[in-house]
């Protein structure tokens, strides 16, 4: 039995791009990359992923397989199952610990500018080399920007999501993106079960706005 239903608009990043905000388009992606944005409607049509259960299930089950990030503190959380009232905004599948290794990157020098601080008050000291994820955690905008940062969260991630914080599509929807989105669509599958059809559009007039 199907208690809901996700609309799926996926193309590649050259055709994908025209369709989207500045967020999204403003990325160094190739051309060929893909990327999907997804939302949820309940039998009724009424707009989210949080009108049935299963959506939201489907939805909890998606942010505990991934790393997130953190607004109020702008740091990297790991991955970590629990109620989720909404998806954060970024999300990370780290492929084969790749990512954490990012992550620990990021700690190391966070931990390094600490001590850069207080040691430059009294003395010289070199200053710490600049983690990966640093500029990407420099505000809540939280921009993917520059060609080696995508890259990196490529090699390093199986995928990455950013939610539509604008709402437009209903709670919780969001853009998922990765040179090759079939691993992707691999779990979704297999977390949503039978509980939902996926319906892919050929663009995104094709989907609801809330």
């Not at 084969?96 to 008050?121: P, Q, T």
Request: charged share 25%.
């Amino acid at each position: 039995m199907k208690y809901y239903k996700i609309m799926c608009f996926k193309a590649e990043f050259a055709e994908f791009r025209t369709q989207v905000d500045n967020l999204i388009a403003e990325m160094s992606a190739g051309s060929h990359d893909e990327f999907a944005l997804l939302m949820a409607t309940d039998l009724q049509n009424n707009v989210g992923f949080h009108t049935t259960p299963h959506g939201d299930a489907a939805i909890r089950t998606l942010v505990s397989r991934c790393y997130s990030v953190d607004l109020k503190n702008l740091s990297i959380k790991r991955p970590q199952t629990g109620a989720v009232a909404r998806m954060p905004r970024l999300l990370f599948r780290d492929n084969d610990g790749k990512f954490e290794w990012l992550v620990k990157e990021h700690e190391k020098y966070e931990a390094d500018v600490k001590k850069y601080r207080v040691l430059s008050r009294h003395r010289s000291a070199a200053i710490p080399l600049i983690s990966t994820l640093a500029g990407l955690l420099q505000d809540e905008d939280l921009w993917i920007t520059g060609k080696n940062f995508y890259e990196a969260l490529d090699e390093t991630c199986h995928y990455v999501i950013r939610r539509v914080v604008s709402g437009e599509h209903g709670r919780n929807a969001f853009v998922v993106f990765s040179s090759n989105l079939d691993f992707f669509f691999t779990e979704l599958n297999a977390i949503i079960g039978n509980d939902a059809e996926i319906k892919f559009v050929n663009s995104t007039r094709e989907l609801i706005f809330y």
